[in-house]
Structure formats: structure tokens, C-alpha cells
């Protein structure tokens, strides 16, 4: 099973990127979906996960300018970041609570860079 993330890179602040995120392998089901970042001395932190029914929650710093979705045919999250300010500057790393080859686990991806410019 994998993870990969893609999107990330240099912004201009007000920018509007989107992230997505890829699971691929022997997957039988994706439950809670998530993006976390980390900024450069601090600690990663969540900044939206959707359950597979499609409930969302936020960090209060990004409610308003990000929207996380997923494609549940495609195996697929995203994040639409709008309205990006410097303090975005991080990486970002998704996660998911999956099943596959009849084992449950948490599994990350490798993690996408999102510098904001101002």
C-alpha cells in the first residue's frame, strides 16, 4: 500500500493550490481520511480529515480557506487551499485509516512542501 502526494511547491500568498493524495495496492476499504502539515520547529498537526461518508473537520487557523474531498472510486483525497498565507508554509503529509490484504492500519504519505511567498 502507498500514499502519494502531490501539489505542493512555491506560492504566491492569496494563492490557490490543490493537494491530492493517491492510495494504490491491495486496498479493500479506506476509512477516515486526513492532511496534516509541519512547519520547521514545530510539531505536525491536522489540518482536515473527511471520514469515508464524507463528514469533514477543520483547524480553526484554515476553516473558511481550505476544502478537503475525496474520490472514493479513485482512492483519491484533496485539499483546495485558498486564500494562502505564509504561515501555510509547511509540508504536507496525508494519512488514512485503510484496510488491505485483510489487516487495518494508519498509513502516510511521504509528504508534499507548500512554501507561501509574501
Known amino acids: 500500500v502507498q500514499l502519494q502526494a502531490s501539489g505542493g511547491g512555491l506560492v504566491q500568498a492569496g494563492g490557490s493550490p490543490r493537494l491530492s493524495c493517491g492510495a494504490s495496492?491491495?486496498?479493500?476499504?479506506?476509512?477516515?481520511m486526513g492532511w496534516y502539515r509541519q512547519a520547521p520547529g514545530r510539531f505536525r498537526e491536522l489540518v482536515a480529515s473527511?471520514?469515508?461518508?464524507?463528514?469533514?473537520n477543520y483547524a480553526d487557523s484554515v476553516k473558511g480557506r481550505f476544502t478537503i474531498s475525496r474520490d472514493n472510486v479513485k482512492n483519491t483525497m484533496y485539499l483546495q487551499m485558498n486564500s494562502l498565507r505564509p504561515e501555510d508554509t509547511a509540508v504536507y503529509y496525508c494519512?488514512?485509516?485503510?484496510?488491505?490484504?485483510?489487516?487495518?492500519?494508519?498509513?502516510w504519505g511521504q509528504g508534499t512542501e507548500v512554501t507561501v511567498s509574501s
Open positions: 494519512n488514512a485509516d485503510l484496510v488491505a490484504s485483510g489487516w487495518e492500519g494508519i498509513y
Open positions: 495496492g491491495s486496498i479493500f476499504s479506506i476509512n477516515d
Open positions: 473527511v471520514t469515508s461518508g464524507g463528514t469533514t
